[in-house]
């Protein structure tokens, strides 16, 4: 497994190419904008774009989905249905319509990414479908965990009280997990169990 990182669109989200190298495939983890930037990249993987996953629905995550897909058009795009608003002109905003079929996933599914088995949890709080990835010991957390801090919950269908309960479970996962955020720099769980304020309250203060 081979993870790739960079920076896209204009509040500098973290979009994750997970590759498994053998197998010569990658998965595109929330392409929030510059598409041409990601395509360059997945090429230098030398891998196979096989799936777009995407830890929520906020435009700046999925910015460059519909673009990409236009290169790569048999690829499908994961997203939890409660991230998807139809005929809603302010969610629309927020929460972009994206071309095409999009497939759900939600608590439990899992999807292949070559001899990798990414595993979903449903965390929400910084939105209603908020999710988070894992691939054995890496945790994919889009807008929910973060380097000493967490998402805003003050957006559509963000909620303090589930973003707490979503925290109270990663933070109660077992071993000293990879943590990758959706924006600022990665991090590892016993570095957030120990040190994350937030993390902290959700766990009921426990380090």
Same mark, same amino acid.
């Given at each position: 497994? +081979?993870i790739?990182?960079? +920076?896209?669109? #204009?509040i500098?989200?973290?979009?994750?190419?997970?590759?498994?190298?053998?197998?010569?495939v990658?998965?595109v983890i929330d392409?929030?904008?510059?598409?041409? +930037?990601i395509?360059v990249?997945?090429?230098?993987?030398?891998?196979?774009?096989?799936?777009?996953?995407l830890?929520?629905?906020?435009?700046?995550?999925?910015?460059a989905?519909d673009?990409?897909?236009?290169?790569?058009?048999?690829?499908p795009?994961?997203?939890?249905h409660?991230?998807?608003?139809e005929?809603?002109?302010?969610?629309?905003?927020?929460?972009?319509?994206?071309?095409?079929?999009?497939?759900?996933?939600?608590?439990?599914d899992?999807?292949?990414?070559?001899n990798?088995t990414?595993?979903?949890?449903?965390?929400?709080?910084?939105?209603?479908?908020s999710?988070?990835?894992?691939?054995g010991d890496?945790?994919?957390c889009?807008d929910?965990l973060?380097a000493?801090s967490?998402?805003?919950?003050?957006?559509?269908g963000?909620?303090?009280?589930?973003m707490?309960?979503s925290l109270?479970r990663?933070?109660?996962?077992?071993g000293?997990?990879?943590?990758? #955020?959706g924006?600022?720099? #990665?991090s590892s769980?016993d570095r957030?169990?120990?040190?994350?304020p937030?993390?902290? +309250?959700?766990?009921?203060?426990?380090?």
């Open positions: 497994m +081979q790739h990182s960079l +920076q896209v669109g #204009p500098g989200t973290n979009c994750y190419l997970l590759c498994d190298e053998d197998a010569g990658c998965a392409p929030g904008g510059e598409a041409g +930037q395509r990249a997945v090429e230098n993987t030398g891998c196979k774009p096989c799936g777009i996953f830890t929520h629905g906020h435009y700046d995550h999925t910015g989905v673009e990409l897909r236009t290169h790569w058009p048999e690829i795009v994961y997203l939890n409660r991230d998807r608003y005929g809603d002109a302010y969610a629309l905003q927020l929460f972009p319509r994206l071309a095409g079929e999009v497939r759900d996933y939600d608590e439990g899992t999807l292949a990414v070559g990798l990414v595993t979903v949890l449903a965390t929400p709080g910084h939105s209603e479908g999710v988070t990835l894992r691939c890496v945790l994919f889009g929910t973060f000493g967490c998402g805003r919950t003050d957006f559509l963000g909620s303090m009280n589930k707490m309960a109270a990663l933070g109660a996962l077992a000293d997990l990879k943590v990758y #955020p924006h600022m720099e #990665p769980l957030e169990r120990q040190w994350n937030y993390l902290l +309250q959700a766990m009921g203060g426990k380090g």
